[in-house]
């Protein structure tokens, strides 16, 4: 079975402008969480969602925002991109109802 | 929400020696994973404890769940160049709706292992 698939893999973006990421889950996942890790702050959990709706927020502005679509893909999207938006943003998903998370291979965004 | 904090941050071993992380919460936990993350990869999954001083092992893997389930462990036996990575706790923070979580993840320990 395929693993969760993120694209683009790096990024290099200047401030100001916006940016989407895009996942692809395991086939079967409805749940889809994003996290932006950085050297700083770690894996910190932005949102989540579930059957197109967001069931979680982190503690993020609302610069960042998602969504899921019907066949489970999701997007992120971060508007006035910040240098401190820099960072590995990586999606997983997982089974309803399970707490393992597959993860993607992650989005190196670079602002600049 | 949920916190935890995860020590050492960094550990350097030599290949043999054994290693141990440590998380710590002040609430207690309905239950905690834990992920590995090699050199640039990606953070995946090992396994997830939920009963009181539950320990589960994993060949050279040794996980503990504290008797009041504020604090978990885990133990690497022998270490060798492939355990190399970051290890993470992390705790459900409590999402909304059945099936939902929010996971909190630990700062990590930074495993390097000497040849």
């Known amino acids: 079975k395929a693993g969760v698939t993120q694209t683009p893999r790096y990024l290099i973006k200047t401030r100001g402008q916006q940016v989407t990421l895009s996942c692809s889950p395991i086939s079967g996942h409805r749940s889809v969480s994003w996290y932006q890790q950085t050297p700083g702050q770690g894996l910190q959990f932005l949102f989540e969602?579930?059957?197109?709706?967001?069931?979680n927020k982190g503690n993020f502005p609302g610069r960042f925002s998602g969504r899921q679509f019907s066949n489970s893909r999701s997007e992120m999207n971060v508007s006035t991109l910040e240098l401190g938006d820099s960072a590995l943003y990586l999606c997983a998903s997982s089974w309803q109802g399970a707490v393992e998370q597959f993860f993607g291979p992650g989005t190196r965004l670079t602002v600049l | 929400g949920q916190q935890v904090m995860q020590i050492p941050q960094y550990q350097h071993v030599q290949e043999g020696e054994d290693f141990t992380t440590y998380c710590n919460s002040s609430t207690t936990l309905s239950n905690i994973q834990w992920y590995k993350q090699r050199p640039g990869g990606h953070p995946v999954f090992l396994i997830q404890?939920?009963?009181?001083?539950e320990v589960k092992k994993q060949k050279r893997l040794t996980f503990q769940f504290g008797e009041a389930k504020k604090n978990s462990s885990l133990h690497i036996t022998a270490t060798q160049t492939t355990d190399v990575g970051t290890y993470f706790c992390?705790?459900?923070?409590?999402?909304?709706?059945?099936?939902?979580?929010?996971?909190?993840f630990g700062k990590g320990t930074k495993l390097s292992v000497i040849p």
């Open positions: 969602y579930f059957s197109e709706t967001q069931r």
């Open positions: 992390a705790v459900d923070g409590g999402g909304s709706g059945a099936g939902s979580y929010q996971l909190t």
């Open positions: 404890l939920v009963k009181s001083g």
